[in-house]
Structure formats: structure tokens, C-alpha cells
């Protein structure tokens, strides 16, 4: 049953909710969607990136007495673009808005915002910080209010999109439009509305709506430093992407800074100490990939990381085994290539490339490959 056919077809909003550990905001926000919207005529989409607290049960528990909530649960996932994505290709209501599920932004809005894009007064309506009558209170933190400042700038003068607050997490349109644009956008990271804007060919008509920035309700913010990693690798891939591929440049980036700490290590080792080729080269080579390791671990979305001196040492273990055969391959063959008269930093080099290549098949998936 459709919630929306026997009412107004037109009406039909859906609500898509990305979520993630947000099990006691679930019930609540039903019910504030609830008491803005009526009780006909919209859904919700939840998608789920298989939290660990059960919110996918707790969805599923309401949704059985409620065909207008629905879930989707992603296994092996994550990111909110790309949550959001799907969500609205799997609706068939005419309008979708994207909003949070942890109460900082506030439904009671999304009437005003559907009544101007179903009548064609914009395009987009977005629930913005940082127009007057707005504002953004619930970031925690001065230095959030900072980041999200800088973070608007950077997005604003990279895409040229200018609005008050291209990072608005709260956004309402017609579904077809973001479903014609969908195999252009990235998909990657935080910041959905940023990349429909900068997808579309012609700019979107887009129309404010002030918001008043709710502290989250219940549960702990996702944002930490992979997100800011992935809103800035979004960036780039909006920017350059076309011209060299992203996941070529941030394995080429990483790779570069391999390179670096490789080379340091064997030139203290090899040169300023004297050791044998073969010792410095298999030395720098460790240090190299222990330096990998602890890189893709900073990097990792904060509930992944491996943490604690036993864990940290079996990770890291498992990713030295992984990276053995390269690493073997790359000190046998500088240590050829050095012993045959190549110059010591060209033989490191040629064994530094001859191990990256099975390295790259293994990291590209296990490590990077969400940016794939
Ligand atoms: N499906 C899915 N949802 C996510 C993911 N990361 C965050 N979310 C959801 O996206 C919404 C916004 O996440 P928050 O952590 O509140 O991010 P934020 O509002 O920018 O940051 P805070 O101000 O610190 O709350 C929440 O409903 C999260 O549960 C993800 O990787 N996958
Ligand atoms: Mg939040």
C-alpha cells in the first residue's frame, strides 16, 4: 500500500534517514514526524549501516505496525552520502528530504519546505544555519563552529556553489531530480547536498529556510577524522577526480609518503650507519609498512580503529604477514640491483615499486576501498 495514493499523490513525501547507532532517537522522531505531517501521505526510509546498538530492530519493531516507516540495512557499509542515496532511489514518492536522525534538525520545518518545491517556487529547499533567524547552537563546541565555518568556505569556493550553508545535512526536492543525477554524483563522505548542487548542469534554484540547530538527543556524533578525510577527498573528487582518478591520487599520495619515510630509513641505516645493504633495505622496508599500518588506522572511522597495545601489535602483525611476499620480492631485488652496481637509492626504488605492485591488489581493497 502506498501511504500517499489515496491522498494526493503530489503529497507524497519520503523522509530518508540515514542512520547509525541512533537506537533511542528512533521512536521520538517517529513520533515528531508524526505530529508535523499528519498521518498520511509521507513515509520513512531509514537506512542503516548495521549499527552495533540494534537500531535496525528497533526500526523494524515499528515498522511492523507501520507501513510508513521502512528500513534498509546495509551490511559492510558506510557513509552518509551514500546511505542517503539509496534511500531515495527506493522510494516512489515524488519528494524525498534527507535529514538526520538524532533531533538537530527539526521536522516541524518540512511542511514550509515541501509547500515551496511542490509549488515550484525552487528546486531545492534547505534548512540552513546561517540565515537570519537561523542558527547553529547545537554544534558542539567552538571549534566545531569553526570547522563547519571553514568547511563552508572551502566547499563554497571549490564548487562555486553559493549559498549560506552548502554543508546543511537538511535538504527537501523532487526524487526524480536526484535519481537523474545520481550516477553522477560521488557518493563519497558527509555532504550530499554539495554534491547534487555541483552535479547538476544547470544551478538549481534553491530557497532557505532558516534552522534553529538542535543539540543531538541521545547517542555520540560519527564525525570524526575519516569523515573530515573523506569530506576533503570528496572535494578533490568533485575537483580533479575527472582529471586523475581519486583513488589513484590518494594511493599515490600515501605511496609518495611511504617513499619518503623508506628512503629516510635506509639512507640513516645504509649510509650514515654503515649497515649492509640487504639489513638497511629489509629495515626501511618495515619501518615503511609499520608506518602503512598506523597511517590506515588513524585514518579509520573512529568504531573500526584497533586501539590498545595487543590489539594495535596483531593488526599489525596481520598487515606485515599480508605485505610479506611484497616485501620479500622488494629487498631481494634492490639487493640484486645494489650488489650489480645500481645506485643504492634506484635499487631501493626499483624493489619499493616491484613490492607496491602486489601491495596495491591487497590495500586498494582492504584499505581504500571505500573510496572505490
Ligand atoms: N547510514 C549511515 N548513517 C550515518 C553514518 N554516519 C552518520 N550517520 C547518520 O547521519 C546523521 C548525522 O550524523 P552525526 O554524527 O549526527 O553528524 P553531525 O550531525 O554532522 O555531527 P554532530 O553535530 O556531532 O551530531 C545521524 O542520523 C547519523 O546516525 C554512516 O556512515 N551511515
Ligand atoms: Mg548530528
Not at 526500526?59 to 540495512?73: E, G, K, V
Not at 538526520?100 to 540552513?128: N, W, Y
Not at 626501511?284 to 590506515?296: D, G, I, K, V
Amino acid at each position: 500500500m502506498r501511504c500517499w495514493s489515496a491522498f494526493d499523490v503530489n503529497a507524497g513525501l519520503a523522509i530518508i534517514l540515514p542512520t547509525l547507532n541512533e537506537r533511542a532517537n528512533i521512536a521520538p522522531l517517529v513520533t515528531r514526524l508524526k505530529e508535523t505531517l499528519g498521518p498520511d501521505g509521507w513515509e520513512a526510509i531509514f537506512v542503516d549501516d548495521n549499527s552495533t546498538d540494534g537500531t535496525a530492530d528497533e526500526i523494524r519493531r515499528m515498522a511492523q505496525s507501520d507501513p510508513q516507516i521502512r528500513i534498509i540495512q546495509r551490511i559492510g557499509r558506510r557513509g552518509l552520502a551514500s546511505a542517503a542515496i539509496e534511500g531515495i532511489c527506493a522510494t516512489s514518492a515524488p519528494f524525498v528530504a534527507v535529514m538526520d536522525a538524532d533531533h538537530q534538525h527539526d521536522p516541524a520545518l518540512l511542511p514550509q519546505m515541501l509547500a515551496a518545491v511542490q509549488q515550484a517556487d525552487c528546486d531545492v529547499a534547505v534548512a540552513s544555519r546561517f540565515v537570519a533567524g537561523g542558527n547553529a547552537d547545537g554544534l558542539a563546541g567552538q571549534g566545531r563552529k569553526c570547522g563547519s565555518k571553514l568547511a563552508n568556505w572551502l566547499a563554497r569556493s571549490i564548487t562555486g556553489v553559493s549559498l549560506s550553508d552548502p554543508m546543511s545535512g537538511f535538504f527537501l526536492m523532487r526524487a526524480d531530480r536526484v535519481r537523474a543525477l545520481a550516477p553522477r554524483l560521488s557518493g563519497i563522505g558527509f555532504k550530499l547536498l554539495l554534491d547534487i548542487l555541483a552535479a547538476a548542469d544547470a544551478p538549481l534554484q534553491v530557497r532557505e529556510f532558516p534552522m534553529r540547530l538542535a543539540p543531538r538527543r541521545a547517542g555520540t556524533s560519527k564525525l570524526d577524522r575519516a569523515i573530515i578525510f573523506e569530506f576533503l577527498v570528496s572535494l578533490y573528487d568533485r575537483s580533479f577526480g575527472r582529471i586523475i582518478p581519486t583513488r589513484f591520487a590518494l594511493f599515490a599520495t600515501v605511496g609518495a609518503i611511504g617513499v619518503a619515510v623508506h628512503l629516510a630509513v635506509l639512507a640513516a641505516l645504509f649510509i650514515m650507519a654503515d649497515s649492509a645493504f640487504v639489513a638497511a633495505q629489509a629495515a626501511a622496508t618495515l619501518a615503511a609498512m609499520s608506518f602503512n599500518f598506523w597511517l590506515n588506522n588513524w585514518l579509520t572511522y573512529r568504531d573500526q580503529q584497533i586501539r590498545g597495545a595487543r590489539a594495535l601489535f596483531k593488526g599489525w602483525l596481520g598487515f606485515c604477514a599480508t605485505c610479506a611476499v611484497g616485501a620479500f620480492a622488494n629487498v631481494a631485488a634492490a639487493t640484486f640491483l645494489q650488489a650489480n652496481g645500481v645506485h643504492w637509492a634506484a635499487a631501493a626504488l626499483a624493489g619499493i615499486i616491484l613490492g607496491s605492485v602486489w601491495n596495491y591488489a591487497l590495500s586498494s581493497r582492504f584499505v581504500w576501498g571505500r573510496f572505490g
